[in-house]
């Protein structure tokens, strides 16, 4: 029985895109609450002549008019309907609506239940997002002054009457500091939501990165020494008399040294973060050495490297594990472009984040790319092993940066690496403007 009671008030939080639906159904649920206390309100409205009976049918039938409102929208959620943010605005209006009139008929602002409209200042705070939740709160402030100005007195509640002077700014005041804080409350409540929900999916990710590390660390183990033999028997047969040159042998043993390749650069692939080195470079500074040392591998390739600024670029990264990421992600854009296709190398500042990004000039990502990065053995190249993308991913999960996959706008491919921007060591800082005053 407690369990159900809880849930039935559990607090309207479900994934993104049912979260209009999800925030209806609690707003129904409380709904049905509200009409059953008016119904039973009557009674005593009538004992202490807060409501008059003349006025009885009038307050019925917008209780009625209410309870047909809750049945439709209970119906239209049931049926699985798509539900708006603009839709719940229009539900919590009307309920400010009804209310409203019935606080007219009763006594208005001087009616002892008016604290009850307050309410739906938390509700339109917490159910609502940007202008709409406004929107909401200056129509709630609207319906403050409706009721001081065309409320029925009763009989019960001539005796002690303030001032409106008095009354509509004090209830105005508490309105609007209910919906500060709630609205305050949401949306802190929101991000904290989204950042579980990021955490998570990075705890998933490394679980997954874990597991294939495992079992990459597994199969480099078991594959290495039957490899090691078949090679070491080959070459031992290519010395035999006519088979020096023999085409299949040679192919043989080019096939079981790529196979051992993979197993090398498999073993390469796994990093944990409790093995990097890391330090505070300036990645601007660490992006140019790599350009110049690629240059000279890539001669055909014109590989350019700019930074934005003269500033450095601090980040703290493992310098050695980084550059290699980094060569990869050229490798991959001059072998997707072309040797003649330029490649460019960029490195900016973007609010707290460095970004360090391989520009190219090729057809831009596979889908099938897009979709499973992050997992390796995943390529188009004929001749591909699908491991340098996932070292790169893998690296970028080891020292909390992201890796992200782009198309260029005017045609081509961008891999960007983001990493937290960090304060310069003084000791760096002033190297740096001894080598710009020698230059």
């Not at 005593?44 to 009625?64: M, Q, Y």
């Not at 590390?213 to 008399?241: I, M, V, Y």
């Not at 192919?251 to 650069?265: F, H, K, N, P, Y």
């Not at 490297?305 to 550059?323: I, M, Y």
Request: proline fraction near 6%.
């Amino acid at each position: 029985m407690w369990d159900a009671t809880k849930s039935y008030f559990a607090p309207p939080f479900a994934a993104e895109e049912a979260q209009s639906a999800t925030k209806l159904f609690w707003l129904v649920r409380l709904r049905w609450l509200a009409i059953i206390a008016q119904v039973l309100s009557v009674p005593l409205a009538l004992e202490f002549r807060v409501l008059e009976p003349a006025k009885l049918p009038a307050f019925g039938t917008i209780v009625a008019a209410l309870a047909l409102l809750n049945v439709v929208t209970w119906w239209r959620l049931r049926a699985g309907a798509e539900i708006s943010q603009r839709q719940v605005l229009i539900q919590l209006m009307a309920d400010i609506a009804v209310l409203t009139g019935l606080l007219i008929l009763s006594g208005g602002a001087w009616n002892p239940l008016v604290p009850i409209l307050f309410v739906h200042s938390v509700l339109g705070a917490l159910l609502l997002q940007g202008r709409a939740s406004l929107f909401f709160v200056v129509l709630l402030v609207a319906c403050l002054g409706l009721i001081q100005f065309y409320s029925m007195l009763p009989p019960g509640l001539e005796g002690g009457v303030l001032p409106a002077s008095i009354l509509f700014p004090a209830q105005f005041v508490v309105a609007l500091v209910y919906w500060i804080l709630t609205a305050w409350l949401s949306r802190t409540l929101t991000q904290l939501q989204l950042n579980v929900g990021e955490a998570r999916e990075r705890k998933q990710r490394v679980d997954r990165l874990r597991a294939v590390g495992a079992l990459a660390a597994g199969l480099s183990h078991e594959f290495a020494t039957p490899l090691n033999t078949a090679q070491l028997k080959l070459a031992r047969l290519a010395r035999k008399p006519g088979l020096e040159d023999d085409p299949d042998i040679l192919t043989a043993s080019e096939e079981l040294e790529r196979c051992g390749d993979v197993l090398r650069r498999m073993a390469g692939a796994q990093l944990k973060p409790d093995r990097l080195n890391l330090e505070i470079i300036d990645v601007a500074s660490l992006g140019r050495q790599v350009c110049q040392s690629l240059t000279r591998v890539h001669e055909g390739t014109p590989i350019t490297f700019r930074a934005e600024g003269t500033a450095p670029l601090p980040a703290l990264l493992p310098p050695v594990a980084f550059s290699q990421a980094l060569i990869n992600l050229v490798d991959n854009a001059v072998e997707s472009a072309g040797e003649d296709q330029p490649v460019e190398i960029l490195a900016t500042k973007a609010g707290d984040q460095v970004e360090i990004s391989v520009l190219d000039r090729g057809e831009g990502w596979p889908d099938v790319v897009r979709r499973h990065l992050g997992e390796p053995f995943v390529t188009t190249k004929p001749d591909g092993v699908g491991l340098g993308l996932y070292y790169v991913h893998n690296l970028a999960a080891a020292i909390g940066a992201k890796l992200t996959l782009v198309d260029r706008p005017d045609g081509g491919a961008i891999a960007q690496l983001s990493l937290p921007l960090r304060a310069m060591p003084a000791s760096h800082e002033r190297l740096g403007q001894a080598r710009a005053a020698i230059a």
